[in-house]
Nanobody, 130 residues
Framework: QVQVVESGGGLVQSGGSLRLSCVAS????????TGWLRQGPGKEHEGVSC????????AYSDSAKGRFTISRDIAKNAVYLQMNSLEPEDTGVYYC???????????????????????WGKGTQVTVSS
């Protein structure tokens, strides 16, 4: 079965950390670019951090730079998002979305409409309290 399963979300106080996991089955995650996209309450989806297929180039939104780190474990067929110094504005549902690359990972991360959000997992809820 081709799927990704996200985990690691939860409730954390402002300044805290969480590590999100995205484990794929039925296909090789490294063959796809993978994005962590977020949808905050009443907001549109936004690309938070992305990693390209193959060479693993990374991209971050301005709000994520310096606080979040995306990584990939090929052996575990997984992508992770380490989130530090969390802020209430980081609250939302985080989706792990693999996609065939159509442009640079930076461009893909900046354009959520390029990711097939409807095709993948249910996401994991992150709530940051002030």
């Amino acid at each position: 079965q081709v799927q990704v399963v996200e985990s690691g979300g939860g409730l954390v106080q402002s300044g805290g950390s969480l590590r999100l996991s995205c484990v794929a089955s039925g296909f090789r995650l490294e063959d796809f670019s993978t994005g962590w996209l977020r949808q905050g309450p009443g907001k549109e989806h936004e690309g938070v951090s992305c990693i390209s297929s193959g060479d693993g180039n990374t991209a971050y939104s301005d709000s994520a730079k310096g606080r979040f780190t995306i990584s990939r474990d090929i052996a575990k067929n997984a992508v992770y998002l380490q989130m530090n110094s969390l802020e209430p504005e980081d609250t939302g549902v985080y989706y792990c979305v693999p996609a065939s690359p159509t442009t640079t990972v930076e461009n893909m991360c900046a354009n959520p409409h390029l990711w097939p959000l409807d095709a993948w997992g249910k996401g994991t809820q992150v709530t940051v309290s002030s």
